[in-house]
């Protein structure tokens, strides 16, 4: 992202969503925003200053009392109404998704779909609301406890789910009646903004939702303020490693979901064809910039790495990669320019570690779209686990195959690598599958599934250097991260005067 002081020129301009209403830039600090398939700036977004930051404090703040007092039920309508709104804007939203972040308009619409499915999650909030109540614990006492919002909250989201992901977060905290501040990625603003815009549509009052775009300035404006009682964020491991421990500082809620290294273990009885489909969608769909790619796929004994390379190869050269607004394109371009450059320089650093490159994406072009942010898909076999191609997370499409002779080595990778958000194994032994669910350290598991990637009534959430916090996100664990708990003991009883008691109160 290139950043710069330069004056606004011919480029769209995305401001802020503060207060209800949009609000241009004056930092005078501005990234831009590209299309990746045509490798050109279309927009130019600014960067909040931490005023900015603050004036967007402001209005979430002035808006939490009568917001936090309405009924459930009232909040439950506006999620309502806004699934509808994006239910039509639909097009409209996945045209923006694919031609700022690149990936295709299928796979647009699909994240838009998984994000939806929380804000349909958020329209039940007054059941998940509900708290508990004891009647009668002692004579005329009854004891009850009940959720309450905490207040001002925000989210800080990547640039690979410009909807999906800030939809994880703010319609379940709207909903339980906290007041939001999203800081969506500078890379593909353009959705996160319109959301914003069809929630005040949806009867958001003002301030319900602000939009505050930028950098480290304007999230570490969130962070230091003392009115923003909770952090979700979603994004790379040593940024949510820091807004964990900032905010633990500071004594906010946090939940901070990082990177992803994901693996799929091929049992020798599995059904090849099937998990070849299941691996070509998993690691080269939306350009394997998905937290939950697969990125590391392990064939169990040389039988089954011969039978799954010489599958996957053709397979892989095959690979339609084309603009995301192509309907023929099954993979579109990598975000950025800086970002494609990255994940081609893992490419030569796998080569010179000693892996085979069987598929060599680094100079695929795409004719009509020789400026655009591509990459063809990438095979690279024989990689070891000592490898850095294996050992950080590329995000890009670029499939790394690892051999292991036995499941227990297979077992070990996954388990032993310092990621542990998804991973998936495919074997026709549920005795296998079994065993490997419970033993294996990750935090979503797949059997025969390539992505598991559970619904919005689960929760989403890895191990280790993927998930900072106690809290996964949404479903029941969302609830509670967004709400707190406060219990009652009440004693409604006519004309009965217990009289001083010093001893610690026991209920009879
Ligand atoms: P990123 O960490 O670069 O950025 C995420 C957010 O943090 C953005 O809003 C960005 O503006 C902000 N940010 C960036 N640098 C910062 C800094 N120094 N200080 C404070 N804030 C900063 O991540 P990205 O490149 O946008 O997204 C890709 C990453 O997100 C990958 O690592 C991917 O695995 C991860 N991801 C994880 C999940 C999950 O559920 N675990 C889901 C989606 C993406």
């Known amino acids: 992202m290139n950043s710069s002081n330069a004056a606004a020129g011919t480029l769209r301009q995305v401001g802020h969503f503060v207060d209800g209403r949009p609000l241009p830039g004056s930092s005078g600090r501005y990234g831009h925003v590209f299309n990746p398939s045509l490798g050109v700036a279309t927009a130019q977004v600014a960067m909040a200053s931490r005023a900015e930051v603050v004036a967007a404090v402001d209005s979430a703040a002035r808006a939490l009392p009568a917001w936090a007092s309405t ?3 009232t909040r439950a309508r506006v999620m309502f109404r806004f699934k509808e709104l994006v239910e039509r804007h639909a097009d409209e939203l996945s045209l923006l998704i694919a031609s700022e972040h690149g990936k295709v308009l299928s796979d647009a619409r699909g994240s838009l779909q998984r994000g939806l499915e929380c804000v349909e999650f958020a329209c039940g909030i007054p059941h998940l609301l509900k708290g508990e109540f004891s009647d009668n614990v002692a004579t005329g006492i009854d004891l009850y406890s009940m959720r309450q919002p905490l207040g001002v909250v925000a989210g800080i989201t990547p640039f690979n789910f410009p909807a999906m992901v800030p939809m994880w977060m703010f319609p379940i905290a709207i909903a339980a009646g906290n007041t939001f501040i999203l800081k969506p990625s500078e890379k593909d603003p353009g959705c996160p903004m319109r959301l914003a815009e069809l929630m005040l549509e949806a009867g958001a009052p003002p301030g319900v939702l602000n939009v505050v775009n930028g950098d480290k300035e304007a999230v570490d404006a969130l962070l230091d303020d003392s009115r923003v009682r909770a952090v979700s964020f979603v994004g790379s491991t040593p940024i949510a490693r820091y807004i964990y421990v900032r905010c633990a500082e500071q004594g906010k809620r946090v939940q901070a979901l990082g990177g992803a290294k994901n693996h799929l273990i091929v049992m020798p009885d599995a059904d090849i064809d099937l998990t070849v489909d299941a691996l070509m969608g998993a690691a080269y769909g939306s350009a394997g910039e998905r937290c939950m790619a697969i990125s590391v796929a392990v064939p ?8 799954l390379v010489e599958a996957l190869t053709p397979r892989v050269r095959a690979l339609k990669v084309g603009s995301s607004i192509d309907a023929a394109s099954e993979m579109g371009p990598l ?23 069987v598929v060599d994406g680094r100079n695929h072009v795409v004719a009509g779209h020789e400026n655009g942010f591509f990459l063809g898909g990438t095979l690279l076999d024989r990689v070891t686990a000592s490898m850095r191609v294996y050992r950080e997370e590329i995000f890009g499409p670029v499939l790394a195959v690892v051999h292991a002779n036995s499941f227990d080595e297979a077992l070990a990778l996954p388990s032993e690598h310092e990621f542990g958000n998804g991973v998936s194994i495919f074997t026709r032994n549920g005795d296998v599958a079994r065993n490997f669910t419970q033993k294996v350290e990750v935090g979503m598991v ?3 599934v390539p992505i598991p990637v559970p619904l919005s009534f689960h929760t989403f959430g890895g191990w280790k250097a993927s998930l900072f916090g106690d809290t996964n996100q949404h479903g029941p664990e969302g609830v509670r991260f967004y709400t707190r708990i406060k219990t009652v003991t009440s004693r409604w009883r006519e004309g009965v005067a217990p009289g001083p008691q010093f001893g610690m109160p026991i209920m009879k």
């Open 71 to 73: 009924s459930p039920l």
């Open 300 to 307: 169990v004994t040389e039988r089954t790495a011969s039978e």
């Open 335 to 357: 975000v950025t320019g800086e970002h494609r450059d990255k994940v081609r320089s893992y490419i030569d650093i796998g080569e010179q570690e000693g892996a085979r490159v």
């Open 446 to 448: 797949g059997i025969n």
